[in-house]
């Protein structure tokens, strides 16, 4: 167990809502990253962390913001919920050390826009 | 051209059969290859790794790595119903902490 938890683990909510999903981690470790995960697409990065208040978009990142005001925590904000972003949302942390490859996830939250 | 590709499967395999999942990959800066396993609603684990080509082996887990033909295959050896998941590769380009996932192959050990 890497330590990682997300909330809420499950979220409905009406299109042009804006909804923060929370990252917790009790690793001290400096990457976060968000992805979601879509059928046919895997994995996608929307957007990643390398310390307190430094981030960095990544592939899909429109429609999303984040925030790090502390080591431990990584928000991600749909600023105004769509339909296309229905999906199931993971966070992960960097490795052991900064050299480190190996990623460890969180169980995931599912997200419904209706 | 994705970066990664992945055949998505569902691939059905006998208890005890041999599976050879495959990942093809098109930057040949690559260096750091990744499998995970994700089982269902849960999130990926870290099955195994490999730097550069050659193999690697875990228990009943085999990572090859070809570069010059950017392909690069897990084996499962005696294969079990718990080993029903969906095998994700993944790459992580030297000097970026921005990792590339492929999309996952699904696979289902009947038992």
């Known amino acids: 167990d890497a330590g990682i938890t997300q909330s809420p683990r499950h979220k409905v909510t009406e299109t042009g809502t804006p909804v923060t999903l929370r990252c917790h981690q009790t690793e001290n470790h400096r990457y976060m990253y968000w992805y979601r995960q879509d059928p046919g697409h895997g994995l996608r990065l929307i957007h990643y962390s390398y310390g307190v208040k430094d981030t960095d978009k990544g592939e899909v990142s429109d429609g999303y913001s984040v925030s790090r005001s502390k080591t431990e925590d990584f928000l991600l904000t749909l600023e105004s919920a769509t339909s296309s972003q229905t999906s199931v949302y993971f966070c992960?942390?960097?490795?052991?050390?900064?050299?480190?490859?190996?990623?460890?996830f969180g169980p995931g939250t599912r997200l419904t826009v209706t | 051209q994705k970066e990664v590709e992945q055949d998505p499967g569902p691939l059905s395999v006998p208890e005890g059969a041999i599976v050879s999942l495959n990942c093809t990959y098109s930057?040949?800066?690559?260096?750091?290859f990744m499998w995970y396993r994700q089982y269902s609603r849960k999130g990926p684990e870290l099955l195994m790794y490999?730097?550069?080509?050659g193999n690697k082996e875990d228990g009943r887990f085999t990572a090859q790595v070809d570069k010059s033909s950017k392909y690069i295959s897990l084996f499962i050896r005696d294969s079990q119903p718990s080993d029903s998941a969906t095998y994700l590769c993944a790459h992580w380009p030297s000097g970026t902490y921005k990792y590339i996932f492929g999309t996952g192959t699904r696979l289902k050990v009947l038992a």
């Open positions: 490999t730097y550069s080509s």
């Open positions: 992960a942390i960097n490795g052991r050390d900064s050299s480190s490859y190996e990623q460890y």
């Open positions: 930057n040949s800066a690559f260096q750091y």
